[in-house]
């Protein structure tokens, strides 16, 4: 455990943001991409408790339809909310045809990404629904998103919670254990993982994490506290500042 959360309370605070939120933005529900990991259905979780099933419109957007596809289903089908299932890859295949090239791996999956979002606001648009984003605060803290892809929405409700809260929070709410224990994984390629990509396991990295930002010790430190090479400490540190465009609004020129 990293922080001391009063997880009732976690959830009491979030389902509150959502609602009010909407009733902000007088739009008629939340529409939220379904994946089949933690992230996305604790978000789904928290949106039906907040709003009632009716108020959420999932949308599963797949590229390989495979295990994930069906789990993302499942989800769905528990919370009892409508959804529809949107296969991207032919969507993918075409862009790559007209604009002439092959991606290479991380290219297309950005790609990927950011269809998947623009889909995402299609919808919202036609329905007047908010957009729900799925990012935690350790995969934001380094920039383990797409700028103007997974990283776009209109509210983030899990934004303050690190990946293992997720994790803790997800048991909480009934999330099911499969969904939990399943190794995080963005669907982008087949095997890919969000901690071979990421090169540190969640556990290390949201420790790492707290103690730089939310209790201000210098890596030489967090080195001696965790008994890890410093080394380590800075690769995440490298990873923060090298993301930090990721977490800004474009930078533009000041005249007066």
Same mark, same amino acid.
């Given at each position: ?6 997880y ?5 605070k979030i ?9 902000e933005a ?30 959420v419109?999932?949308?599963i957007?797949?590229?390989?339809e @495979?295990?994930?596809?069906k789990d993302a ?18 969507i ?11 991606s ?7 790609l990927?990404?950011?269809t998947?979002m ?6 919202? @648009? ?10 935690n605060?350790s ?18 409700p899990l ?25 995080p ?5 087949e ?6 990509e990421?090169k ?12 730089m ?5 210098e890596?030489n430190?967090? /080195? ?15 990873l923060v500042?090298r /993301? ?5 609004l ?5 005249f007066?």
């Amino acid at each position: 455990m990293l922080r001391n959360l009063n997880y009732e309370k976690v959830i009491e605070k979030i389902t509150s943001f959502i609602k009010k939120r909407l009733k902000e933005a007088n739009a008629k529900g939340v529409i939220i991409g379904i994946s089949g990991g933690v992230d996305s259905a604790v978000a789904a979780f928290l949106a039906v408790k907040a709003l009632g099933k009716e108020k959420v419109f999932s949308l599963i957007l797949p590229y390989y339809e @495979n295990e994930e596809t069906k789990d993302a289903i499942w989800i769905c089908n528990i919370l009892g909310t409508e959804y529809k299932i949107i296969p991207i890859k032919n969507i993918i295949d075409k862009l790559e045809k007209i604009l002439g090239f092959n991606s290479n791996k991380i290219a297309k999956g950005n790609l990927m990404v950011r269809t998947r979002m623009m889909i995402l606001y299609y919808y919202a @648009n036609i329905k007047n629904y908010l957009v729900i984003g799925t990012s935690n605060r350790s995969e934001y803290l380094v920039g383990y998103f797409t700028k103007w892809g997974d990283g776009a929405s209109d509210i983030a409700p899990l934004l303050n919670l690190y990946k293992t809260e997720i994790w803790e929070l997800a048991k909480k709410i009934g999330v099911p254990e499969k969904i939990i224990q399943k190794k995080p994984s963005a669907g982008l390629w087949e095997n890919q993982t969000d901690e071979d990509e990421l090169k540190i396991n969640y556990f290390l990295l949201d420790k790492i994490l707290h103690y730089m930002f939310d209790l201000k010790i210098e890596s030489n430190k967090i /080195s001696e506290k965790l008994n890890i090479s410093l080394e380590q400490v800075e690769y995440v540190k490298d990873l923060v500042k090298r /993301s930090e465009h990721k977490r800004k609004l474009p930078s533009f020129p000041k005249f007066i």
